[in-house]
C-alpha cells in the first residue's frame, strides 16, 4: 500500500529522520511507537506530504508519489496530482484540527463539496452515515465546543472516513484526550482495524498497540530500531534501547 526507500527530513542542521525504509502492506494495522522526538508524527507528515523529504522516495499503491527523482534532486508533481495522490490517505491529527465555527456534520461535509466536488445533499448525506458510524448521529448539529474531547476526535475520524481512503495516518489520537475518554475513540479505531482498514498510528498507548497491530516499529532518534509482530517488539524486544523506552512507559 504504502512504500518508504530512504526517507530523510531535516530542519536545518538537525536530521529528525534518518533513512527511513519500509513498506506498510494493505489491510494492516502499524502502530508507531517511541519517545517524543523520535521522528514519529515527522515520519506520519512526510507520508501525505504535509512535510516534503529532504530526500528519498514515497510510493502509494505502486505509483511514485508527489515528485520525481531527477538527477539527484526532488522535482514535485503539479499541485492537482499531488492532492489526488493525498486524498488516498486520511490524516487524524492529536489536536483534533476541527473547524470551530461548523457543526460536526458541517465539518465532515467540507472536504467532500471542496476537496471531491460533491452537491451540498449528497456530501450530507455521506456525513450523516459517517458520523452514524463513529457514534456520533445525535451529535451532528452540535459545535465543536459542545462536543467532549472524545467526540470531537471522533468526528475528526469521521471526517477522514468520509473521503472513502486507502488508508488513514493517525498523530497521537489519543494524547489530547482525558484518560477517561481514551476508550471512545480506541473502540473506534479497533472497529475500522475489524473491516480491514490500512491504519499507520503513532500512540503513546502501549496496550492498544498490544491488541490492535499487526505489527510494531519502534523508532528512536529518527530512525527505526526494530519492528515485528507486537508480541516480539513488546514482549521480547531485541534491542536494549527497545527494552529501557518500554520500562520507562509501562512503570
Do not use: W
Request: proline share 4%.
Amino acid at each position: 500500500m504504502i512504500q518508504l526507500v530512504e526517507i530523510r527530513k531535516a530542519f536545518g542542521d538537525h536530521e529528525v529522520l534518518r533513512g527511513i525504509s519500509k513498506t506498510f502492506n494493505r489491510g494492516q494495522v502499524t502502530c508507531v511507537i517511541g519517545p517524543s522526538g523520535s521522528g514519529k508524527s515527522t515520519l506520519l507528515r512526510c507520508i501525505n506530504l504535509l512535510e516534503k523529504p529532504t530526500s528519498g522516495e514515497i510510493f502509494i499503491e505502486g505509483e511514485r508519489a508527489y515528485y520525481e527523482i531527477d538527477r539527484g534532486a526532488i522535482r514535485y508533481h503539479p499541485e492537482s496530482r499531488i492532492t489526488a495522490l493525498r486524498r488516498k490517505l486520511g490524516m487524524v491529527f492529536q489536536d483534533f484540527a476541527l473547524f470551530p465555527h461548523l457543526t460536526a456534520i458541517e465539518n465532515v461535509t467540507e472536504g467532500l463539496v471542496y476537496g471531491l466536488g460533491r452537491g451540498r445533499k449528497e456530501a450530507a448525506g455521506v456525513a450523516t452515515r459517517v458520523l452514524a458510524r463513529v457514534g456520533l448521529a445525535e451529535r451532528a448539529a452540535y459545535y465543536p465546543d459542545q462536543l467532549s474531547g472524545g467526540q470531537k476526535q471522533r468526528v475528526a475520524i469521521a471526517r477522514s472516513l468520509a473521503m472513502a481512503p486507502k488508508a488513514i495516518l493517525f498523530d497521537e489520537p489519543t494524547s489530547a484526550l482525558d484518560p477517561e475518554l481514551v476508550g471512545e475513540v480506541l473502540d473506534v479505531m479497533q472497529d475500522l482495524s475489524r473491516e480491514g482498514m490500512t491504519m499507520i498510528i503513532a500512540t503513546h498507548e502501549m496496550k492498544f498497540a498490544r491488541e490492535i497491530a499487526g505489527e510494531v516499529i519502534f523508532m528512536d532518534q529518527g530512525v527505526i530500531i526494530e519492528d515485528g509482530p507486537p508480541e516480539i517488539v513488546l514482549e521480547s524486544p531485541r534491542h536494549e534501547r527497545t527494552r529501557n523506552f518500554l520500562r520507562r512507559v509501562t512503570r
